[in-house]
């Protein structure tokens, strides 16, 4: 694609990002419906839904050829990542947004034949925009943000995980990820997988690992690491599907081969 067509594909993109988190702001403090979906910690509500839909309209009738593959079931039934594919995140940590009325993301991803091209992250309560287009770097607002220190030593890393390593694992052996955990200087967990990767392209976080998580959950997260130098790959060092859930490691490039190989031990 045209630097200049893919440029103002961004900028629209940007454009309804931002018209999407004012929406949401605008309800984030009145009441609202939460319904449950795969079990009783997994919530959706009608802001999330809401604004999945106001994307798909808005992509089908600007951009009929493009696919929208979206949390929420509103897009299309996406098998392919031929031609130009939408990955969208209405709202990125609905608990937050339910509990907290913060922490929560608006995820943006365009593909095009497979590869991402322009990724946004909207943290919508600070207002704050990451975004990348492939090959151009990737941005805070209006700030270019540096690539990462690649001379970051393990030890003094800050790495994102959640809950779910404090109980026994199907898929990766918990104490390999207990050693980890006594190795870093510490760890966070934001609820947010976007911002997860926002924060390690920001260098504010050095890692983020997690288990089983869609496309929409990484899609413009990986784009805006990778334009920083950061790596993200599946927990065993394979390149992400973005057609089906992953676990997930997404990283300075200086600790990415020391944590797979190390800490992060598969069980089957
Ligand atoms: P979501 O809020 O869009 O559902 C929370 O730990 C992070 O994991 C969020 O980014 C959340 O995205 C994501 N996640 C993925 N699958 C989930 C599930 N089944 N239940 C809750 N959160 C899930
Ligand atoms: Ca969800
Ligand atoms: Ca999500
Ligand atoms: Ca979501």
Redesign the pocket.
Known sequence: MEAEQKHALFIQAKEWTIEAGERIKERVQQPFKVNT??DR??LVTEVDEDTEKFFAEKIRNTYPDHQVLG?EGFGDDVTSLDGMVWII?P?????NFVHQKRN?AISVAIYQDGEGIIGLIYNVMTGDLYSAKKGEGAYKNKDLLPKLDRTRKLEDCLIGI?QFWAVPNRRLDETGVHQLIRKVRGTRSY????LEFAFVAEGIMDGYI?M???PW?IAAGVIIVQEVGGMATRADGKPLDMLRENTVITCNPAVHKEIIDNYLILKD
């Open positions: 979906k795969r910690k997994d949390e995140d709202i990125d940590g609905t608990m929560f959640n609820g947010s997988a976007a997690t089983r998580l869609a959950d």
